[in-house]
């Protein structure tokens, strides 16, 4: 197998759990929402219910963008970000979001090991 199929191997299965978790987190979210809003009869998870949509919608979009590779580096930038933003919240909570750290490392293995092997190719691939 070559580097450059293995990447892509690579790429897809780390693609494909990202959007799998974000779309358990994306349900869950709403979920969330309606329970809250039928249980309470008020609003008062909205905001956090919204927000948590927001960000796995957005990590979701990132994620299969970067399956695109003429826009992995703004994708790639926007799965960083998103790692970021909930990296942000988790340690609000107390957490340790450890996991959200090997994702990131992740995006930028895969951006730069693409990268090399576009500079190894030559004009002919790039």
């Known amino acids: 197998m070559s580097h450059s199929i293995a ?14 978790l974000s779309a358990k987190t994306f349900l869950a979210a709403g979920t969330m929402a309606h329970a809250g809003h039928v249980a309470h009869g008020g609003m008062e998870h909205v905001p956090t ?3 948590l949509t927001f960000l796995a919608g957005t990590e979701i979009a990132a994620a299969l963008l970067f399956l695109w590779e003429r ?33 990131a490392a992740v995006t930028i293995y895969i951006l730069y090991a ?6 190894e190719a030559g004009p002919m691939l790039a």
Request: charged share 10%; glycine share 4%; hydrophobic share 65%.
């Open 7 to 20: 990447l892509r191997a690579f790429r897809f299965i780390y693609v494909a759990f990202i959007v799998f």
């Open 49 to 51: 219910t919204v927000f």
């Open 114 to 119: 693409n990268r090399r092997l576009t500079v």
């Open 71 to 103: 826009v992995e580096i703004a994708a790639g930038a926007a799965l960083i970000a998103v790692y970021a933003v909930a990296t942000a919240v988790d340690v609000s909570l107390g957490q340790l979001p450890l996991h959200l750290a090997f994702y």
